[in-house]
């Protein structure tokens, strides 16, 4: 039985269209060359050959071979069901002895065209309909009237015969004309951007569906060898879970401690500071103690290459690359000029849905920050993430790291407040040494101590000392000293 939808074959378009195409409908897909038209197109189309429908691909400006290389280059063929109708002009409206003189070629030239489609539809009866693409028949019309009446006419036809059409657009022409916006039951807009650095993005929006509710807004896709991929936007409202809240132990004593107890299971935490301070290593601190109590721990690291970094924590007595072959940790490379927001949401909602992570550590937003064109849009982009995290019960650190050393201090993007714990670390000197000062600043769930402590990263990994009750100052970079004895971590503590 064929369902109210056509599905288009590529599940995040699906997801943004609430399910599909409503059948027996036309819609418009428009974009600039090299936005993905023609691959949708083709996914369309292969998406109902293998529910065992007829298709059809009538091209005006491709010709047949150019399209079924296309679909070659994503590994496709196109199989008996999907027929390929390349429409070319008569042989006597290219022979200048035959032109008119009384009428214009491109009256009979367009009156030829929509015969040829009209046609093959009733050869072919199809159920899926692509005609690529209609600038050629705006170039024939020539005015907007005749183009408008000319849209219609193939819609009205296409109605009898029970077909899902998509007409593909490539907004060539002068003037942005919307006929088609208001004959189309549908249209989706695709676009691509150009980033100063790194690979281009792309994204769609769906501009109008009548009758039907979708997901507005933009979503990223890109086009890879298997095809269009389409990552809709992420809306945490739609998810909910319920889980049991326990608190987490980062396995240091002192650190939790300072953090009253540990840190909340479904929480977010921010750990802040300038570079060096390792932001990272007490992030990992806590998704290692997850990962050897059995659950499963994700880390996506944008600022440094993997195996360095694996090297380097394998060095403070942490042994990455054990967890990793236990199947507890996974360690993600990101790149940042390649990737979009959207995608990446994309990763880090399939590694939590499908392999059960429970503790999410991204480092950094500064890599983050980099990959996005706008701040705004970066703070929306977390702020839905961590929700979803929060709703999912997966526990997740963020680290970011601050401009300067001591003193006053500046982040790329402020997001303090959507996390429910901020870690901040802090250099300080005494003593005539550069010294490290942790301390939490909020905590949504709960109490927290209000000290600051000294600690160190040596070859056996974090040292948390005493709270540093004696001195004055520590946050500003130069404290005082107003005490008797001796807080201070000894080099044998390290």
Same mark, same amino acid.
């Given at each position: 039985?064929?369902?109210?939808?056509?599905?288009?074959?590529?599940?995040?378009?699906?997801?943004?269209?609430?399910?599909?195409?409503?059948?027996?409908?036309?819609?418009?897909?428009?974009?600039?060359?090299?936005?993905?038209?023609?691959?949708?197109?083709?996914?369309?189309?292969?998406?109902?050959?293998?529910?065992?429908?007829?298709?059809?691909?009538?091209?005006?400006?491709?010709?047949?071979?150019?399209?079924?290389?296309?679909?070659?280059?994503?590994?496709?063929?196109?199989?008996?069901?999907?027929?390929?109708?390349?429409?070319?002009?008569?042989?006597?409206?290219?022979?200048?002895?035959?032109?008119?003189?009384?009428?214009?070629?491109?009256?009979?030239?367009?009156?030829?065209?929509?015969?040829?489609?009209?046609?093959?539809?009733?050869?072919?009866?199809?159920?899926?309909?692509?005609?690529?693409?209609?600038?050629?028949?705006?170039?024939?019309?020539?005015?907007?009237?005749?183009?408008?009446?000319?849209?219609?006419?193939?819609?009205?036809?296409?109605?009898?015969?029970?077909?899902?059409?998509?007409?593909?657009?490539?907004?060539?022409?002068?003037?942005?004309?919307?006929?088609?916006?208001?004959?189309?039951?549908?249209?989706?807009?695709?676009?691509?951007?150009?980033?100063?650095?790194?690979?281009?993005?792309?994204?769609?929006?769906?501009?109008?569906?009548?009758?039907?509710?979708?997901?507005?807004?933009?979503?990223?896709?890109?086009?890879?060898?298997?095809?269009?991929?389409?990552?809709?936007?992420?809306?945490?409202?739609?998810?909910?879970?319920?889980?049991?809240?326990?608190?987490?132990?980062?396995?240091?004593?002192?650190?939790?401690?300072?953090?009253?107890?540990?840190?909340?299971?479904?929480?977010?935490?921010?750990?802040?500071?300038?570079? %060096?301070?390792?932001?990272?290593? /007490?992030?990992?601190?806590? !998704?290692?103690? =997850? $990962?050897?109590?059995? &659950?499963?721990?994700? @880390?996506?690291?944008?600022?440094?290459?993997?195996?360095?970094?694996?090297?380097?924590?394998?060095?403070?007595?942490?042994?990455?690359?054990?967890?990793?072959?236990?199947?507890?940790?996974?360690?993600?490379?990101?790149?940042?000029?390649?990737?979009?927001?959207?995608?990446?949401?994309?990763?880090?909602?399939?590694?939590?849905?499908?392999? %059960?992570?429970?503790?999410?550590? /991204?480092?950094?937003?500064? !890599?983050?920050? =980099? $990959?996005?064109?706008? &701040?705004?849009?970066? @703070?929306?982009?977390?702020?839905?993430?961590?929700?979803?995290?929060?709703?999912?019960?997966?526990?997740?650190?963020?680290?970011?790291?601050?401009?300067?050393?001591?003193?006053?201090?500046?982040?790329?993007?402020?997001?303090?407040?959507?996390?429910?714990?901020?870690?901040?670390?802090?250099?300080?000197?005494?003593?005539?040494?550069?010294?490290?000062?942790?301390?939490?600043?909020?905590?949504?769930?709960?109490?927290?101590?209000?000290?600051?402590?000294?600690?160190?990263?040596?070859?056996?990994?974090?040292?948390?000392?005493?709270?540093?009750?004696?001195?004055?100052?520590?946050?500003?970079?130069?404290?005082?000293?107003?005490?008797?004895?001796?807080?201070?971590?000894?080099?044998?503590?390290?």
């Amino acid at each position: 039985m064929t369902t109210s939808k056509a599905a288009t074959g590529i599940e995040g378009l699906d997801d943004v269209l609430s399910g599909g195409l409503s059948r027996n409908h036309v819609f418009l897909l428009e974009g600039e060359p090299g936005t993905g038209k023609t691959t949708i197109a083709l996914q369309f189309l292969m998406a109902g050959a293998a529910a065992g429908e007829r298709c059809l691909y009538i091209t005006l400006s491709e010709t047949e071979q150019e399209l079924r290389d296309g679909a070659q280059s994503h590994g496709w063929s196109l199989g008996p069901n999907i027929d390929v109708f390349e429409l070319t002009p008569p042989e006597d409206l290219l022979d200048a002895e035959h032109q008119q003189s009384l009428l214009y070629s491109s009256d009979l030239e367009l009156g030829e065209a929509t015969r040829q489609i009209f046609e093959v539809v009733e050869r072919v009866r199809p159920s899926r309909v692509v005609i690529d693409s209609l600038s050629e028949i705006r170039l024939l019309a020539q005015a907007s009237l005749r183009y408008r009446r000319q849209i219609l006419a193939i819609k009205h036809y296409f109605v009898r015969y029970d077909a899902t059409v998509i007409l593909l657009d490539d907004l060539t022409a002068e003037h942005q004309d919307k006929t088609v916006h208001s004959v189309a039951h549908g249209v989706i807009r695709l676009q691509q951007l150009t980033p100063n650095y790194g690979a281009e993005r792309r994204r769609l929006r769906v501009l109008k569906y009548r009758g039907q509710k979708y997901r507005g807004g933009y979503h990223d896709f890109t086009i890879a060898t298997e095809g269009v991929q389409v990552f809709p936007r992420l809306i945490a409202a739609e998810y909910r879970a319920s889980y049991e809240s326990s608190e987490v132990s980062s396995g240091i004593p002192e650190l939790d401690s300072l953090l009253g107890g540990g840190i909340d299971s479904g929480s977010s935490t921010l750990i802040i500071g300038p570079s %060096g301070t390792g932001k990272t290593l /007490i992030a990992l601190v806590f !998704g290692v103690a =997850a $990962a050897l109590r059995g &659950e499963k721990v994700a @880390v996506f690291i944008f600022d440094e290459e993997k195996g360095l970094l694996i090297n380097r924590i394998n060095k403070l007595g942490i042994d990455l690359a054990a967890l990793q072959a236990s199947g507890n940790l996974v360690v993600e490379q990101v790149d940042a000029a390649e990737l979009s927001p959207g995608e990446f949401s994309h990763q880090v909602r399939r590694r939590v849905d499908d392999e %059960g992570i429970t503790t999410v550590i /991204i480092d950094s937003l500064n !890599g983050y920050h =980099a $990959a996005m064109p706008e &701040e705004n849009a970066l @703070v929306l982009h977390v702020h839905e993430l961590l929700l979803y995290l929060n709703r999912r019960g997966a526990s997740t650190f963020l680290t970011v790291a601050q401009h300067g050393l001591v003193g006053e201090m500046e982040a790329p993007v402020d997001i303090t407040y959507l996390a429910d714990t901020v870690i901040l670390l802090r250099y300080f000197e005494a003593m005539g040494k550069v010294r490290r000062a942790i301390s939490i600043i909020k905590k949504r769930t709960g109490t927290h101590e209000s000290s600051i402590r000294e600690y160190r990263i040596g070859g056996s990994g974090l040292k948390i000392g005493v709270p540093l009750d004696a001195f004055q100052g520590v946050l500003r970079g130069v404290p005082d000293y107003a005490g008797e004895s001796s807080p201070l971590l000894r080099d044998e503590d390290a």
